[in-house]
């Protein structure tokens, strides 16, 4: 039953989740949608990206350690 919510949730914030692509430039302007696995590539990638340019390591910590907290959205 756990296991059954825990998709249902996740169903829930795939479908909330949306990335606009941008460029800082003004020649490209591409605010096209980004969804899914696109969308997760997009982020490795800035992440990456961002890392590198502030000249930082990257985190190795697994999933599970991840120093945040979740808040769940209100019940409405």
């Known amino acids: 039953m756990e296991d059954v919510g825990r998709r249902q949730r996740a169903e829930a914030r795939r479908a909330r989740a949306v990335l ?3 460029s800082l430039s ?3 302007r ?3 949608p ?3 696995a696109d969308a997760v590539s997009l ?3 800035l992440t990456r990206e961002s890392y590198s340019l502030a000249g930082l390591v990257e ?3 697994s999933r599970n ?3 945040c907290r979740f808040v769940r959205w209100p019940q409405t």
């Open 26 to 28: 003004p020649q490209e």
């Open 34 to 36: 980004v969804r899914g």
């Open 30 to 32: 591409d605010l096209t």
């Open 20 to 22: 606009h692509k941008t």
């Open 43 to 45: 982020v490795m990638q």
């Open 59 to 61: 985190p190795t910590y």
């Open 65 to 67: 350690q991840i120093p």
